[in-house]
């Protein structure tokens, strides 16, 4: 019951917020309409496609680092007249080649540039002898993008709902049902009580079908989330309802860099996609976004020296993308295992952290909230936490049995019994009082 409740509050350095994807393309459109008009051109509608990455063993005295990336820009023509769809086809248009000095890929999880860049990296090295790509003046290790198969795959559906005033208005809430059937997250998009929230099913769950029954939704919800279900009305059930689900990404990452030659660079879903529970997708790319700003404003010269920035970028945060996408699909294993892998560290976590905060770190969630930490570190810290753990855990069970062998020892010396019937008989009584126990907690008194 709502009353019955305790609510305890987080200490958190900065409070979440969910920023809708339309509502983060509007902004960055209004940003470079009123500030960058004059250097930044929109094109909506097209597909790019490299024709090569300038990586010919070129290099002049100083005016150029190789030759320029050379790029086919094709107009997608929508293969529907209904302006909801996405779908297009670039077989009946001309397309145009265009040339850049520095090319960003940034094409999301659809990572036409990293698969290119893949393709690339073959025919590159099919063409060198095995001694050519150990010792050769361009040797660099093979790129790759690492594709998981989702075995845990969850589709959702989006729900507006907005929270009473006397809710926390800065915590994020979240709820599973009976045997995990759906999982209920609430992220909040403003200070007002008004949240995002996405109701996770399986795809082959009824409720995730498009104009599904909306009295079989409430239904649902009154057994399962009835904290959230009086929270929305009935116009709310029935657009959740009506629209179908959409699918979350797949783990993806891309490596060991993140350049291609001396002008491509590649970032965001582009290089690391995970699924959005954590909050890790966007705003890695965000970081991405900054840190390669960095990197670009520090370097002298840059008309003369842009190809130190494609390196430099990989240095910073190739083995961060790597981290990020293994961390993140580690606490998104199927099954009740899967379960217990993503429930028992956090116990474990709290429970080390508490008592000797100083050497074991928070969770991994507490992990993620510190400033200055990459994933990578977070990474290493919580592989050392698992082994200290580990070491605590079997010191503190084997001075148990060794207590207990003890014990019986002198247990037998006392009664002038073996040690060996000894413990049968405390293993004995131990069943029978567990048998009890279950047995009397059964027992209604009248």
């Given at each position: 019951k709502e009353e019955d409740a305790r609510i305890t509050m987080s200490n958190k350095e900065v409070t979440s917020r969910v920023l809708a994807r339309d509502k983060l393309v509007g902004a960055l459109k209004q940003v470079?309409?009123?500030?960058?008009?004059?250097?930044?051109?929109?094109?909506?509608?097209?597909?790019?496609?490299?024709?090569?990455?300038?990586?010919?063993d070129v290099r002049s005295d100083g005016e150029e680092a190789g030759p320029p990336v050379q790029l086919q820009v094709s107009q997608c023509t929508p293969l529907s007249s209904d302006g909801d769809t996405e779908e297009c086809s670039i077989e009946n248009n001309q397309p145009s080649k265009v040339t850049t000095q520095f090319l960003i890929?940034?094409?999301?999880?659809?990572?036409?540039i990293a698969n290119a860049m893949e393709t690339s990296d073959e025919e590159y090295r099919k063409q060198r002898n095995i001694f050519q790509r150990l010792f050769g003046k361009s040797k660099q290790l093979p790129f790759?993008?690492?594709?998981?198969?989702?075995?845990?795959q969850r589709v959702y559906k989006s729900i507006p709902i907005k929270f009473p005033d006397h809710w926390a208005h800065d915590l994020n809430y979240s709820a599973r049902s009976e045997n995990s059937r759906g999982t209920f997250e609430a992220l909040p998009s403003d200070a007002n009580g008004n949240y995002c929230a996405l109701l996770l099913l399986r795809p082959d769950d009824v409720l995730a079908s498009a104009n599904c029954d909306p009295k079989v939704l409430r239904e649902y919800f009154d057994l399962q989330f009835p904290q959230f279900s009086k929270l929305l009305g009935d116009d709310v059930m029935e657009d959740v309802a009506k629209k179908g689900?959409?699918?979350?990404?797949?783990?993806?990452?891309?490596?060991?860099?993140?350049?291609?030659?001396?002008?491509?660079?590649?970032?965001?879903?582009?290089?690391?996609?995970?699924k959005p529970y954590f909050g890790l997708g966007a705003?890695?790319?965000?970081?991405?976004?900054q840190i390669l700003s960095q990197i670009i404003e520090s370097i002298p010269d840059l008309e003369k020296n842009i190809d130190q920035a494609p390196l430099e970028f990989?240095?910073?945060?190739?083995?961060?993308?790597?981290a990020l996408v293994k961390i993140s699909r580690?606490?998104?294993?199927?099954?009740?295992?899967?379960?217990?892998?993503?429930?028992?560290?956090?116990?474990?976590?709290?429970?080390?952290?508490?008592?000797?905060?100083?050497?074991?770190g928070p969770s991994m969630f507490g992990m993620f909230k510190k400033q200055g930490i990459s994933f990578t570190q977070i990474q290493k810290k919580k592989r050392l936490d698992r082994l200290m753990q580990s070491v605590v855990i079997a010191t503190i069970l084997s001075s148990i049995?060794?207590?207990?062998?003890?014990?019986?020892?002198?247990?037998?010396?006392?009664?002038?019994?073996?040690?060996?019937?000894v413990r049968g008989s405390l293993a004995a009584a131990i069943v029978a009082a567990g048998f009890a126990r279950s047995k009397l907690s059964k027992i209604t008194p009248r």
């Amino acid at each position: 019951k709502e009353e019955d409740a305790r609510i305890t509050m987080s200490n958190k350095e900065v409070t979440s917020r969910v920023l809708a994807r339309d509502k983060l393309v509007g902004a960055l459109k209004q940003v470079i309409e009123t500030r960058y008009k004059d250097v930044i051109e929109l094109k909506y509608g097209y597909q790019v496609d490299p024709i090569s990455f300038g990586n010919e063993d070129v290099r002049s005295d100083g005016e150029e680092a190789g030759p320029p990336v050379q790029l086919q820009v094709s107009q997608c023509t929508p293969l529907s007249s209904d302006g909801d769809t996405e779908e297009c086809s670039i077989e009946n248009n001309q397309p145009s080649k265009v040339t850049t000095q520095f090319l960003i890929g940034a094409d999301g999880a659809a990572r036409g540039i990293a698969n290119a860049m893949e393709t690339s990296d073959e025919e590159y090295r099919k063409q060198r002898n095995i001694f050519q790509r150990l010792f050769g003046k361009s040797k660099q290790l093979p790129f790759r993008v690492t594709r998981y198969d989702d075995d845990n795959q969850r589709v959702y559906k989006s729900i507006p709902i907005k929270f009473p005033d006397h809710w926390a208005h800065d915590l994020n809430y979240s709820a599973r049902s009976e045997n995990s059937r759906g999982t209920f997250e609430a992220l909040p998009s403003d200070a007002n009580g008004n949240y995002c929230a996405l109701l996770l099913l399986r795809p082959d769950d009824v409720l995730a079908s498009a104009n599904c029954d909306p009295k079989v939704l409430r239904e649902y919800f009154d057994l399962q989330f009835p904290q959230f279900s009086k929270l929305l009305g009935d116009d709310v059930m029935e657009d959740v309802a009506k629209k179908g689900a959409s699918t979350l990404p797949s783990f993806r990452f891309a490596g060991p860099r993140h350049h291609e030659g001396k002008r491509t660079v590649i970032l965001g879903d582009c290089v690391h996609t995970v699924k959005p529970y954590f909050g890790l997708g966007a705003n890695t790319a965000l970081e991405d976004v900054q840190i390669l700003s960095q990197i670009i404003e520090s370097i002298p010269d840059l008309e003369k020296n842009i190809d130190q920035a494609p390196l430099e970028f990989t240095k910073q945060r190739a083995a961060d993308s790597r981290a990020l996408v293994k961390i993140s699909r580690g606490m998104d294993r199927p099954g009740k295992i899967g379960t217990m892998r993503f429930v028992l560290p956090l116990i474990l976590d709290s429970m080390f952290n508490k008592f000797m905060p100083k050497v074991f770190g928070p969770s991994m969630f507490g992990m993620f909230k510190k400033q200055g930490i990459s994933f990578t570190q977070i990474q290493k810290k919580k592989r050392l936490d698992r082994l200290m753990q580990s070491v605590v855990i079997a010191t503190i069970l084997s001075s148990i049995g060794m207590g207990f062998g003890y014990s019986t020892k002198v247990l037998a010396k006392t009664l002038g019994m073996s040690c060996t019937v000894v413990r049968g008989s405390l293993a004995a009584a131990i069943v029978a009082a567990g048998f009890a126990r279950s047995k009397l907690s059964k027992i209604t008194p009248r």
